[in-house]
């Protein structure tokens, strides 16, 4: 099954328990031409996981089984980049903090907007199409953005720092890799909302401030505190080089 996220009709796993929620999302999705699989448990969403390729996946926190946040730990442990978009009655800023380190590409809350909903769906799906799928064998990475001990390779949705894998999801990738293509050059919340996110809606910001804060967890250098993405007050964000002096320091 090939992925369709390249022209936005995707194919979806919906994993939610409650069946009038699940009825209102299966008809909003497929209203916008997405093939759609609903279940309601966790284990039967990973076992279709590991039969079909999805495109995106719904899930649900409270499921009768389990947490649908483990679904997306696993499938990150296993190195699998499906993006994950959460849909669940947890509103709490820990849940949230808790599934967006999980490696959940978004989170949006019950009850919620039908059109927030269905922007969400198309803005996940637009920031995947601009990620390469990772290739079953090697290919050349004459395409790699290299910044000292940062290397950075699109076509094989890769990031190394200091020769370690750095394990990144798709939106976190996709910012990393904006940012990078222009070392120095500031953008404010709105503007990368604009260029990442392909959203105006400033209701995001806690999005983006979230995803900088994991992208510079994940990409601080051992005995240093160099993070490559820096806040510049008021304003925004720049990506910036690391860069050692002669004697050895940090510049």
């Known amino acids: 099954m090939e992925s369709q996220a390249t022209n936005l009709m995707a194919n979806i796993l919906l994993v939610e328990d409650d069946d009038d929620l699940a009825e209102l999302v299966l008809m909003h ?15 039967e969403a990973l076992r ?6 999805f495109d995106l996946l719904i899930l649900d926190r409270g499921l009768p089984d389990g ?6 730990h696993k499938l990150r442990q296993e190195q699998n980049w499906t993006p994950v978009l959460m849909l669940t009655a947890r509103d709490s800023e820990m849940d949230k903090v808790d599934g967006l380190e999980a ?17 969400r769906v198309r803005n996940i799906l637009r920031r995947v199409s ?14 790699a953005m290299n910044f000292g001990l940062l290397k950075i390779t699109p076509e094989l949705h890769r990031v190394s720092l200091d020769n370690r894998d750095i394990t990144l999801t798709a939106t976190e990738f996709t ?5 990078a293509s222009r070392p120095g050059r500031v953008y404010s919340k709105d503007e990368l909302l ?7 809606h400033s209701g995001y910001h806690h999005t983006v401030c979230s995803t900088i804060n994991r992208l510079r967890t994940k990409l601080k250098l ?7 993405i820096q806040t510049v007050w008021g304003v925004g964000y720049k990506f910036q080089p690391y860069q050692q002096t002669l004697t050895g320091g940090v510049e």
């Open 222 to 228: 051992s005995g240093s505190e160099h993070r490559f």
């Open 194 to 200: 604009g260029y990442v996110w392909n959203t105006e």
């Open 130 to 143: 601009q990620v390469s799928e990772k290739p079953t064998q090697a290919e050349p990475d004459d395409t």
């Open 67 to 72: 947490d649908g946040l483990d679904i997306c």
């Open 29 to 43: 999705l497929k209203f916008q031409g997405h093939t759609v699989t609903r279940v309601a448990r966790c284990n």
């Open 175 to 179: 910012l990393l890799k904006f940012l």
């Open 48 to 53: 279709l996981n590991q039969q079909f390729n």
């Open 103 to 119: 490696g959940v590409d978004d989170y949006i809350t019950k009850p919620f907007s039908v059109l927030e909903f269905q922007a």
